[in-house]
């Protein structure tokens, strides 16, 4: 099972992002744990395949990147899918970072 993390200001938004790419997983049978957290709880990154940041926490990317160390991939999601909670276009984004989108 893959461990994804999310994070946010707050946790409130993308919780609700949340629901929505764990039922798309569900649907595309991927097997994955999806988790929000806000920017300021103590994270422990090694536990995660990868760390989505929401957009309006883009300019944290830099010390979530070297904080996660170069083994766990760290995006961006992108304003309009976030926006749009696009769930599916998401976990087809995180499938293929992580390299399972030949699934």
Known sequence: ????LLICAQG?????LVEKMKKEAFEMN??????????T??????????????PQVRFRIDSVKKAAG???PVEIIEMAD???MN????MQHIKQVIGDSHE
Do not use: E, H, R
Request: no cysteine.
């Open 30 to 39: 991927y097997d994955v744990d999806i988790t929000a957290q806000g920017l």
């Open 82 to 84: 976030y926006g749009s």
């Open 12 to 16: 409130m938004s993308t919780s609700v």
């Open 87 to 90: 769930a599916k276009k998401i």
């Open 70 to 72: 170069n083994a766990i």
């Open 41 to 54: 709880s103590s994270l422990n990154f090694s536990a995660y395949d990868m760390i989505l940041l929401g």
């Open 1 to 4: 099972m893959k461990q994804i």
